[in-house]
């Protein structure tokens, strides 16, 4: 039989637990802890997003979208105060502020923005990360299925004589044109119309070799690659970096013309309801350790100096994920052309066309 002193203690303990999880309950509703991430699909490793929640008392929810162009259109479409966090790639900055659809960032708040190396605080897009930070880092070159060894190039693709086997390009403008801007030795930023025209020409010259399957998403054509319908197809390097570690006929490669060299970048939308979360956020995703976690699920780059010492050496000593500076040197950041960019959409839309 229990006394009554200790039926008091067993009242008390079932009244403070019962209180306590009144409060997770109510701490996990309050609308003041939540973060609201709008970013592409499978691109944040899910324990990082559980280890926040926890660590911060935060409820986390998920949107994604497909491209940059969407992500836009759907700030645009009246949703203003529906996300707290995106991702977009460096060069849709000045779109994005421009059409004041971003805020600049509490730099106070962020005592780990330290931790990135300088070559990605200095872009001229946002210089001084005024609006944004760094996330992570890559190129987009060929995916190849099987053991050719001859020189990695876009040529392989674009060469006049050149009979490669199936074959799929990226299914948008900048992409497509850039790679074929930097086979004939251009800039892949260039607004000279007889260069832009030039690659357009070799892209249509191109859609006529009877191995040419079409204009795919990266993840579209790496699918058809693994599923052994392409031989090659343009993506994004961390994808077929991943695909080619679970099949050993399948090989990532930086064509020695240079390619682009993306850098995608959070950022807080205008009205953002948990702005004060999303720094919270930002500031917890810079953690060296954080950063080399989400380096090693994506096999995206980090462009985290100090999560260097947590990158796996499989990571750090491959050139496809980690490329070296005689081939950096010949990459390029898609740049913001402004009002120019119709050139690209002319040119594009007569590429699909014919």
Not at 41 to 60: A, G, M, R, T
Request: hydrophobic share 40%.
């Amino acid at each position: 039989m229990v006394n009554f002193r200790s039926g008091l203690f067993v009242v008390a303990l079932l009244a403070l637990i019962f209180t306590m999880g009144a409060m997770n309950e109510a701490w996990a509703a309050d609308p003041k802890r939540q973060l609201n991430l709008f970013i592409w699909s499978e691109y944040i490793d899910p324990e990082i997003v559980s280890d926040f929640e926890k660590i911060h008392n935060v409820k986390v929810r998920l949107d994604y979208y497909e491209s940059n162009e969407e992500m836009i259109a759907k700030l645009q479409s009246g949703l203003e105060g529906a996300y707290d966090l995106i991702v977009p790639s460096t060069y849709f900055i000045p779109t994005l502020v421009n059409l004041n659809l971003i805020q600049p960032l509490k730099r106070e708040l962020l005592t780990n923005i330290e931790n990135i190396k300088p070559e990605f605080t200095t872009l001229e897009v946002d210089p001084g990360n005024k609006f944004s930070v760094p996330y992570q880092w890559g190129t987009s070159g060929l995916v190849v299925r099987g053991n050719d060894t001859a020189a990695p190039s876009w040529k392989i693709i674009f060469e006049k004589d050149s009979n490669p086997p199936n074959f799929l390009l990226f299914d948008t403008a900048r992409d497509a044109i850039g790679s074929a801007l930097k086979s004939l030795g251009y800039s892949a930023n260039t607004i000279d119309i007889k260069e832009i025209q030039a690659a357009g020409e070799l892209l249509i010259a191109s859609k006529k070799k009877p191995t040419f399957m079409g204009f795919e998403s990266g993840v579209g054509g790496l699918a058809k690659v693994v599923g052994q319908v392409a031989s090659i197809a343009q993506v994004y390097s961390g994808e077929a970096i991943r695909a080619s570690r679970d099949e050993e006929n399948i090989r990532y490669i930086i064509p020695e013309e240079g390619c682009e060299q993306w850098l995608d970048v959070l950022a807080i939308p205008k009205g953002a309801p948990h702005a004060d979360v999303a720094h919270e956020f930002l500031n917890y995703i810079l953690e060296p350790k954080v950063a080399a976690k989400l380096a090693s699920f994506n096999n995206y780059a980090t462009p985290n100096s100090k999560a260097m010492e947590f990158i796996s050496d499989e990571d750090k000593n491959d050139p496809g994920m980690y490329p070296p500076e005689n081939l950096i040197q010949k990459m390029e950041y898609f740049k913001d052309l402004g009002p120019n960019f119709r050139l690209y959409e002319e040119t594009w839309t007569l590429v699909k066309s014919r």
